[in-house]
């Protein structure tokens, strides 16, 4: 069925570290995938998204391609920050329909020390 | 900037009570969504609901499990006889119309701890 598998965290880095945090999905079709992010004590915001093959997502110096061939959108940053600490969601939807029905990853820790 | 809300932050009932927990969607969102993520697990889809009634739901959402949008804010999930393992946390979701509203937005959810 479809799933999501994510890097095992917890992943502890020190700050302007290069970041990467593995993401690989099954899903039949052609999925829209997503990065989401989880601050202490607040809900699942979207970080980035990609609705095609080979479409990079971008945002707060975040990056993820999505690559059809490999079924990954890995999630990268070139330089960490303390306030990049959260947990990391890898998700996709089927689209359609589906389109607020996404499937998770387990998430990915992130601690980041100055 | 526009937030889905949610109440109680967090809610501590014992085993076989009913619970309600809360929602406010973003005002021009039509479609809504609840999931769950029991501690250290994925989260999970657990239904969605539009135009007054459910579109989909995951196996997971049985007979204990029912939704409502009693009025035009609020958007409840409702667990009629609680079970330790429905100790989780509860998150809503809205979304609008595609294309432009393909993505949904979660609230900060609901810690659900039943003793």
């Known amino acids: 069925g479809d799933s999501v598998t994510q890097m095992e965290g917890p992943v502890t880095l020190s700050e302007e570290a290069f970041l990467t945090i593995n993401c690989t999905y099954t899903a039949t079709g052609y999925p829209s995938l997503f990065w989401y992010v989880q601050y202490p004590g607040e809900g699942l915001q979207l970080l980035l998204k990609?609705?095609?093959?080979?479409d990079k997502g971008s945002n707060k110096g975040f990056e993820a391609t999505y690559r059809k061939e490999t079924t990954s959108f890995h999630l990268e940053k070139g330089s960490v920050q303390v306030s990049d600490s959260a947990v990391y969601f890898c998700a996709f939807n089927a689209g359609g329909t589906s389109y607020g029905k996404l499937t998770f990853g387990q998430g990915t820790i992130l601690t980041v020390h100055p | 900037e526009p937030e889905v809300t949610q109440t109680p932050s967090h809610q501590v009932t014992q085993m076989g009570q009913e619970v309600i927990l809360r929602c406010v969607p973003i005002?021009?969102?039509?479609?809504f969504y609840w999931y769950r993520q029991i501690l250290g697990q994925k989260v999970e889809f657990l239904v969605s609901f539009y135009n007054n009634e459910i579109s989909e739901k995951s196996e997971i959402f049985d007979d204990q499990f029912s939704v409502e949008r009693p009025d035009g804010s609020n958007f409840t999930l409702k667990i009629r006889s609680t079970k330790l393992e429905d100790s989780a946390m509860y998150f809503c979701?809205?979304?609008?119309?595609?294309?432009?509203?393909?993505?949904?937005?979660f609230g900060p959810g609901t810690r659900l701890t039943v003793l």
């Open positions: 005002s021009n969102h039509l479609y």
């Open positions: 990609a609705t095609k093959a080979d």
């Open positions: 979701a809205s979304r609008g119309e595609a294309p432009s509203g393909r993505v949904p937005f």
